[in-house]
Nanobody, 115 residues
């Protein structure tokens, strides 16, 4: 029973920071690439960040230099540190893993950036 549970979303002002967490269970977490996606109202879900098992990460251009993804394999958890937040970062953020048996998503956590 693969399960992903996001947490840490909330309301922040532009320029503020927030750290999201995604706790995974039911899988060999340390072996898999993990990803963060987001979906804003009326928009398609977009890939935000990727982290490989060895910790190498990649980001979509709009968040480079502001967001940082990390993982703690001992806790089966990935994080998304979001700094210098902008209103256009407002979205539901989802954790994702692509296994050979299928794609898995968390329930999402809402991030709202507003003054």
């Amino acid at each position: 029973q693969v399960q992903l549970v996001e947490s840490g979303g909330g309301l922040v002002q532009p320029g503020g920071s927030l750290r999201l967490s995604c706790a995974a269970s039911g899988m060999a977490f340390r072996l898999y690439v993990m990803r963060w996606y987001r979906q804003a109202p009326g928009k398609q879900r977009e890939l935000v960040a990727t982290i490989m098992p060895n910790g190498i990460s990649d980001y979509t251009d709009s968040v480079k230099g502001r967001f940082a993804v990390s993982r703690d394999n001992a806790k089966n958890t990935i994080y998304l540190q979001m700094n210098s937040l902008k209103s256009e970062d407002t979205a539901v953020y989802y954790c994702n893993v692509d296994l050979s048996i299928g794609r898995y998503w968390g329930q999402g956590t809402q991030v709202t950036v507003s003054s």
